[in-house]
């Protein structure tokens, strides 16, 4: 049984890095390449998307982590995974406090309501989106060394 939930849990956190990896460094890069209009439309539409399905996906992976945690307590790499579920737990805060505050306005623009600054608050949520990436990479390598 602590196999499986292993298992499970290294592959729920990896497709969730394998998604923000995309959206850091192909997406991102795909919607800045369009017009000025056609590309803020569709950050607005990639945050609504995303911004209904990841919470999900984050609240899951942390709660699969700390089962392993708790299940695996007496095995080695416990203290791995402890560590990666508290690094997965600093992504959810992350992203409560500084990506889902900028992504929530972003939802709602439109190119007749958008403000002056809207460039820069989106560089500023690829700046901690790189950030968080970072973070769940990290969680996510902790679990694959873990299971060995």
């Known amino acids: 049984m ?7 849990t290294t592959v729920v956190v990896g497709l969730m890095v394998g998604v923000e990896f995309s959206v850091a460094f192909i997406m991102s890069r795909i919607l800045d390449a369009l017009p000025e209009d056609s590309r803020q439309l569709g950050h607005s539409h990639g945050g609504r998307m995303l911004g209904a399905l990841m919470p999900f996906w984050y609240i899951g992976s942390v709660v699969l982590s700390a089962i392993w945690a708790v299940a ?3 095995h080695d790499g416990a203290g791995l995974v402890v560590t990666a579920a508290g690094l997965l737990i600093v992504s959810v805060v992350m992203s409560i406090l500084l990506l889902v505050p900028i992504n929530n306005l972003n939802k709602t623009w439109t190119p007749e309501n958008r403000p002056a600054d809207w460039k820069e608050q989106l560089h500023r949520w690829n700046r901690y989106h790189y950030l968080r990436v970072a973070v769940i990479v990290a969680a996510f390598t902790l ?4 299971l060995v």
């Open 2 to 8: 602590l196999s499986t939930l292993e298992v499970v």
């Open 143 to 146: 679990l694959v060394v873990a």
């Open 72 to 74: 695996g307590w007496h």
